[in-house]
């Protein structure tokens, strides 16, 4: 089984400075782990994404999250906020086996403030 | 780059009426899949389908549901008789499949049952 917990359901921060998006995990395998972004009136969009490869994971649009398995967390962080990052963001989980389900968190929804 | 797209992008309907939600996947991908998210809840996995059967299905999607890859683009959902808690939104993703996770998603269709 397998689950995820986004901390915040949502994020206001001021253009230019950092953003936080906090995830927890649970997973019976050995787990990949996807942030996805989802603007208005849009698809779903990858970000990123970590397949047991280095922790420190680089994405699109200035993104990266790190992996620490010992406290089964995918924190996604990005220096300097843009406007154009507002956005709902998810963690998903997947197993690495055939199927490849995916277990999405709730989202947080990110406001940038001028 | 190629896409994954959805028809139509809203879909109003009567209970109890028959309703076909329409994905066309990217092209050499493999794997497909469609997932719902019930206004202010979480996205939800609904089935997955691989040379042509349903490879995993979640609980939710019973006898009312059907999937069907009828030709070699298009991939349906088939809600058979509608029910007020069908209104979701939702979304077709496909992954081209040998050791690649990563799934990409359609913008969703946004069913409305009355």
């Known amino acids: 089984a397998q689950s995820v917990t986004q901390l915040d359901s949502h994020v206001s921060v001021s253009e230019g400075t950092p953003v936080l998006l906090r995830c927890n995990y649970s997973?019976?395998?050995?787990?990949?782990l996807f942030w996805y972004v989802q603007h208005p009136n849009k698809g779903l969009q990858l970000l990123l994404k970590?397949?047991?490869?280095?922790?420190l994971v680089k994405g699109i649009n200035g993104f990266e999250a790190e992996f620490k398995k010992s406290e089964t967390s995918f924190h996604l962080t990005k220096p300097s906020a843009h406007m154009s990052d507002a956005a709902e963001y998810f963690c998903v989980v997947s197993p690495k086996a055939a199927g490849n389900k995916l277990t999405f968190g709730g989202g947080t929804r990110v406001l940038v403030k001028p | 780059e190629p896409e994954v797209t959805q028809t139509p992008s809203h879909q109003v309907t009567q209970m109890g009426q028959e309703v076909i939600l329409r994905c066309v996947p990217i092209?050499?991908?493999?794997?497909f899949y469609w997932y719902r998210q019930i206004l202010g809840q979480k996205v939800e996995f609904l089935v997955s389908f691989y040379n042509n059967e349903i490879s995993e299905k979640s609980e939710i999607f019973d006898d009312q549901f059907s999937v069907e890859r009828p030709d070699g683009s298009n991939f349906t959902l088939k809600i058979r008789s509608t029910k007020l808690e069908d209104s979701a939104m939702y979304f077709c993703?496909?992954?081209?499949?040998?050791?690649?996770?990563?799934?990409?998603f359609g913008p969703g269709t946004r069913l409305t049952v009355l």
């Open positions: 970590y397949t047991s490869a280095a922790t």
């Open positions: 997973s019976s395998y050995s787990p990949s």
């Open positions: 092209s050499n991908h493999l794997y």
């Open positions: 993703a496909s992954r081209t499949g040998g050791g690649v996770d990563t799934q990409y």
